[in-house]
């Protein structure tokens, strides 16, 4: 066994547990938003504030981390699957630096202090909007770490256009809204 090898198994183990924990807990709060339960959704949005910066922050960086000692040492930085990695990865981080973190802080405070109203829910919608595109990003990033797209793979590429374009489109529409109309 080499270090490469051993460098890029903790690549892809920190990046399933990011990845894949983050979006059990996104199909957690879609399926408790299409089933029109406000508790599960809260129970949802609770977990992914809890865990983002306990969790999904580190193992985001620890991604990241690995990644770049691979590109250090062994695959370099020109390639276009990495540089389209890396701008990826700043898109996902940025989303949950500036909108998950923040907005999650806000919504636990509004909760403690006015428990769960008609504005806390209107922000978990938000967040579940800016969730779609997130996880976008991060499925057209795990096609291009295993496709390794080149220009040539004009295919590959515009499929990777099309998938955040339809996260964008699916963040803009919303979804159903968990919040009670004033009827």
């Known amino acids: 066994m080499d270090w490469y090898s051993i460098v890029k198994f903790l690549h892809v183990v920190s990046a399933i547990l990011w990845v894949g924990g983050g979006f059990v807990l996104f199909l957690l709060g879609v399926l408790a938003e299409r089933a029109g339960n406000i508790e599960d959704k809260l129970l949802a949005m609770r977990a992914s504030g809890q865990l983002g910066g306990k969790f999904f922050a580190p193992m985001s960086m620890l991604t990241l981390i690995f990644g ?24 996902t981080f940025s989303i949950g630096m500036l909108v998950f973190k923040p907005t999650g802080e806000r919504m636990g405070a509004m909760v403690a202090k006015e428990g769960v109203t008609p504005a806390v829910l209107a922000i978990g919608q938000r967040m579940m909007s800016w969730a779609r595109l997130d996880y976008a990003v991060m ?11 080149t220009l040539d793979d004009i295919g590959i590429l515009a499929g990777m256009v099309l998938v955040v374009a339809a996260g964008a489109a699916l963040a803009l529409g919303g979804g159903r809204q968990l919040v009670p109309s004033a009827a």
């Not at 770049?68 to 898109?91: D, N």
């Open 68 to 91: 770049l000692i691979m590109c250090g040492f062994w695959v370099g930085f020109s390639e276009l699957w990495i540089v389209i990695g890396l701008v990826g990865y700043a898109t």
């Open 139 to 149: 499925l057209a990033i795990i096609a291009d770490m295993v496709l390794k797209p």
